[in-house]
């Protein structure tokens, strides 16, 4: 947990105000059932030519529909699951039975990516503006420095994984990769953007030529969604 939220939720009180909940999960926890596959936030076809329909589909309602399957499943036999913020639940896998922590590790995660990933996406590309311009330039150097360092990354993590840009409660951003489905969520940071480098996000098409799907995502990033993490993020509410 972040400094600012464990300072929200001090300054409110635990009992008097609930964390908030990720994106894909129920209000209340009953399991199964806790962890909602949300549609698409737009047409499957909205983010070509740079990102294919049929990888579009296959990627939300196969892939990510999997580990939402899967999330479920480890609910069922671990009812406290569905009733923790999911962000809450990655941030603190060592305190889960061993049994089921791999499996959470791995579907948690992949859940949190993937519902991240899709509000992010649909968008034109281009820049932001305003306070988040301003943090890529004095943090990442620029628009261009970061898209290159980032796909610098994202080619060179091994296997599967993820490459993220990270935001600190003080708006400061930073750079990660990750393997697999583990995310910046997992070290209590906060994430405000991320790519899928897995062979299902971009096979399809791009075939074994990662580096081409890297550099045609910005072009359908949504600045405005990310902006609003942004801002969700420096007040301590952003979740997944
Ligand atoms: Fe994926």
Do not use: C
Not at 45 to 59: G, K
Not at 114 to 134: C, D, E, I, K, T
Not at 202 to 230: G, P
Request: without cysteine.
């Amino acid at each position: 947990m972040t400094t600012t939220r464990r300072a929200v939720l001090g300054a409110a009180g635990l009992a008097t105000m609930a964390a908030p909940r990720a994106l894909g999960q129920a209000a209340s926890g009953a399991a199964p059932g806790a962890f909602t596959l949300l549609p698409l936030p737009y047409a499957p076809e909205a983010n070509e030519p740079h990102i294919d329909a049929e990888t579009m589909l296959l990627h939300h309602d196969k892939h990510h529909a999997a580990y939402v399957a899967a999330l479920n499943g480890a609910a069922k036999d671990n009812p406290a699951l569905g009733n923790r913020p999911l962000h809450e639940t990655l941030a603190r896998l060592g305190e889960l039975p061993e049994a089921v922590r791999a499996t959470v590790r791995n579907n948690g995660g992949g859940h949190a990516n993937h519902a991240m990933f899709w509000q992010l996406m649909g968008g034109r590309g281009g820049q932001p503006s305003g306070a988040l311009l301003a943090a890529v330039i004095r943090d990442l150097g620029g628009m261009e420095a970061m898209r290159t360092a980032f796909n610098r990354m994202g080619l060179s993590q091994f296997g599967s994984g993820w490459v993220f840009v990270t935001v600190e409660p003080s708006g400061k951003l930073g750079l990660a990769a990750r393997a697999n489905q583990d995310t910046p969520l997992m070290d209590g940071s906060q994430v405000l953007l991320g790519n899928d480098v897995w062979e299902h996000a971009y096979y399809l098409k791009y075939r074994n030529r990662r580096a081409d799907y890297l550099a045609a995502w910005w072009n359908v990033v949504n600045w405005d969604a990310v902006a609003a993490r942004y801002d969700r993020a420096r007040a301590g509410t952003l979740t997944i």
